[in-house]
């Protein structure tokens, strides 16, 4: 699994086991309604990919189709083989793990009930902890119905297996959407002007599709980290929304890492100032360990050119495990979220301060020290740096 599924896994473990008992006036709430029906929907466009093939293999599957029939509890090819019960249940926890498409569809159904003033209007504060049990209730009927590629149908009436969802698959897949989870109305109301200065501008741009989109996104983000929102850590979720401008490209992916950090630390009360300060610092040790990882890999690739392979695992030394192309792009984000938010770069980066000009001379901004304008100097900034 991916560190996002990772991730969301944790977080489903320690919720406990939904139940279908929802009172009637929560299972009819249109919200649910939608959530389900977007549910029930995705269950029935499953399909092999190849990250599926990959993940069965390292199972030790060796005929997927055949795999796939078990499940059905039906006969498919090479009926002799017979997969173990424990592993035919992890592929389909795989399958039924939620992609990016399903999150963001059970976001958009979310914000779809609060534009029509319903009762989740206060910014999903009003979303109960018992939604998951309402929303299980709608799809206590459901199957997953998944698309078999032509390459091994066997049969013309085998272009798609019919598996039912048992209720705690159903709770757990449910439970990983983090329906029930309650973004703080402070948060949310700040996810709604990214990007925005005034009210009439956040309508317009919430009325096209790409910033829909990009709303939703990050409202799925925040609702599935792992993070507890205390007053501190929303406020630091507000002042990355607010200062990293969201035509960067890489917005959500930072997002992603700026969530991560604000977990690592544990400010103390009444203490922001060396809250900061440590978030600073946790920046800086991550981008110094990224690059740390980037000058091994370099050096791996020096070595290898003067011995074969054989002779460097003598040596015990061993091949990068981080593709160097995505170690930059995360380095190159820090960099660029470290500007937006502390308005200098992280410790021990190459740039000194003489190469940032006249940025951030005013102090931080966080701090009470001066106006500072995301849209003009971090992304003049950031082009300089690109």
């Given at each position: 699994m991916s560190s996002?599924?990772?991730?969301?896994?944790?977080?489903?473990?320690?919720?406990?086991?939904?139940?279908?008992?929802?009172?009637?006036?929560?299972?009819?709430?249109?919200?649910?309604?939608?959530?389900?029906?977007?549910?029930?929907?995705?269950?029935?466009?499953?399909?092999?990919?190849?990250?599926?093939?990959?993940?069965?293999?390292?199972?030790?599957?060796?005929?997927?189709?055949?795999?796939?029939?078990?499940?059905?509890?039906?006969?498919?090819?090479?009926?002799?083989?017979?997969?173990?019960?424990?592993?035919?249940?992890?592929?389909?926890?795989?399958?039924?793990?939620?992609?990016?498409?399903?999150?963001?569809?059970?976001?958009?159904?979310?914000?779809?009930?609060?534009?029509?003033?319903?009762?989740?209007?206060?910014?999903?504060?009003?979303?109960?902890?018992?939604?998951?049990?309402?929303?299980?209730?709608h799809l206590s009927d459901a199957e997953a119905v998944i698309s078999l590629p032509l390459a091994i149908v066997n049969e013309p009436e085998a272009g798609c297996i019919h598996v039912a969802v048992a209720l705690t698959a159903l709770q757990q897949l449910v439970a990983r959407l983090c329906v029930g989870r309650v973004i703080p109305a402070c948060v949310h109301a700040c996810t709604m002007c990214v990007g925005t200065s005034t009210a009439q501008e956040t309508e317009e741009s919430l009325a096209d599709d790409s910033s829909l989109r990009l709303y939703a996104m990050i409202r799925q983000l925040i609702r599935r980290s792992s993070l507890q929102f205390t007053p501190f850590r929303c406020f630091m979720i507000q002042c990355y929304l607010e200062a990293v401008p969201h035509s960067f490209p890489q917005f959500l992916q930072g997002l992603r890492i700026w969530l991560a950090l604000l977990e690592r630390v544990a400010p103390?009360?009444?203490?922001?100032?060396?809250?900061?300060?440590?978030?600073?610092?946790?920046?800086?040790?991550?981008?110094?360990?990224?690059?740390?990882?980037?000058?091994?890999?370099?050096?791996?690739?020096?070595?290898?050119?003067?011995?074969?392979?054989?002779?460097?695992?003598?040596?015990?030394?061993?091949?990068?495990?981080?593709?160097?192309?995505?170690?930059?792009?995360?380095?190159?984000?820090?960099?660029?979220?470290?500007?937006?938010?502390?308005r200098c770069m992280p410790s021990g980066a190459e740039l000194s301060e003489h190469d940032l000009g006249t940025f951030g001379v005013s102090g931080s901004d966080y701090a009470g020290n001066g106006p500072f304008d995301p849209k003009t100097e971090v992304m003049a900034l950031m082009r300089t740096l690109s």
């Amino acid at each position: 699994m991916s560190s996002a599924q990772e991730t969301a896994a944790v977080h489903t473990t320690c919720s406990h086991p939904a139940k279908l008992e929802a009172s009637t006036e929560i299972f009819n709430r249109p919200d649910v309604c939608m959530i389900a029906a977007a549910v029930r929907g995705w269950l029935l466009r499953r399909s092999i990919d190849s990250r599926l093939q990959d993940y069965a293999t390292s199972l030790g599957i060796d005929d997927l189709h055949a795999a796939l029939f078990q499940l059905a509890g039906r006969t498919g090819a090479k009926s002799g083989v017979v997969y173990d019960e424990n592993i035919l249940e992890q592929l389909f926890e795989y399958i039924l793990f939620p992609d990016e498409e399903l999150c963001l569809r059970v976001e958009q159904c979310v914000i779809a009930a609060e534009a029509d003033g319903r009762e989740v209007a206060e910014g999903c504060c009003a979303v109960p902890a018992d939604m998951v049990s309402a929303v299980c209730r709608h799809l206590s009927d459901a199957e997953a119905v998944i698309s078999l590629p032509l390459a091994i149908v066997n049969e013309p009436e085998a272009g798609c297996i019919h598996v039912a969802v048992a209720l705690t698959a159903l709770q757990q897949l449910v439970a990983r959407l983090c329906v029930g989870r309650v973004i703080p109305a402070c948060v949310h109301a700040c996810t709604m002007c990214v990007g925005t200065s005034t009210a009439q501008e956040t309508e317009e741009s919430l009325a096209d599709d790409s910033s829909l989109r990009l709303y939703a996104m990050i409202r799925q983000l925040i609702r599935r980290s792992s993070l507890q929102f205390t007053p501190f850590r929303c406020f630091m979720i507000q002042c990355y929304l607010e200062a990293v401008p969201h035509s960067f490209p890489q917005f959500l992916q930072g997002l992603r890492i700026w969530l991560a950090l604000l977990e690592r630390v544990a400010p103390l009360p009444g203490n922001p100032q060396q809250a900061e300060s440590d978030l600073f610092s946790a920046l800086s040790k991550r981008r110094a360990r990224l690059n740390k990882t980037l000058r091994d890999g370099q050096e791996f690739e020096q070595r290898l050119r003067r011995f074969n392979m054989e002779t460097l695992m003598m040596q015990g030394v061993r091949p990068p495990a981080a593709d160097p192309v995505i170690v930059r792009e995360e380095i190159s984000v820090l960099d660029r979220v470290c500007i937006a938010l502390f308005r200098c770069m992280p410790s021990g980066a190459e740039l000194s301060e003489h190469d940032l000009g006249t940025f951030g001379v005013s102090g931080s901004d966080y701090a009470g020290n001066g106006p500072f304008d995301p849209k003009t100097e971090v992304m003049a900034l950031m082009r300089t740096l690109s």
